[in-house]
């Protein structure tokens, strides 16, 4: 089973700058979607960054020009690299896995969390202004 964890949140000034990681442990699957989500407090799971086996990737529009996804490793590790910050980025963030999946990104970033089947355990992330 794909284990995931997540590291990297924390409190952060607005404009400022966080890069959050996924360890993927047990990823025996050549094809698989890796997405970044979070969650605020009252709001539904939303998700903002697809990156699939073929390393191409797709942005929801509120991230798109600020948030990076990349992946390195042979594990692998994803990233998640957030600039320009904004308070209305606070949320727990969690990274999610679709395995096995040959879905590419652009059509992954519009599925439900429900449709994944493997969680890490989230990661705060608090901007302040």
């Known amino acids: 089973e794909v284990q995931l964890v997540e590291s990297g949140g924390g409190s952060v000034q607005a404009g400022g700058s966080l890069r959050l990681s996924c360890t993927a442990s047990s990823l025996i699957y050549s094809y698989y979607i890796i997405t970044w989500f979070r969650q605020a407090p009252g709001k539904e799971r939303e998700g903002l960054a697809v990156?699939?086996?073929?390393?191409?990737?797709a942005y929801a529009d509120s991230v798109k020009g600020r948030f990076i996804i990349s992946k390195a490793g042979a594990q692998p590790t994803f990233y998640l690299q957030m600039n320009s910050l904004k308070p209305e980025d606070s949320a727990m963030y969690y990274c999610?896995?679709?395995?096995?999946?040959?879905?590419?990104?652009?059509?992954?970033?519009?599925?439900?969390?429900?449709?994944?089947?493997?969680w890490g355990q989230g990661t705060q992330v608090t901007v302040s202004s």
């Open positions: 990156i699939d086996s073929d390393d191409d990737t």
């Open positions: 999610a896995a679709m395995a096995p999946s040959t879905l590419p990104a652009l059509r992954a970033l519009g599925v439900a969390p429900d449709e994944y089947r493997f």
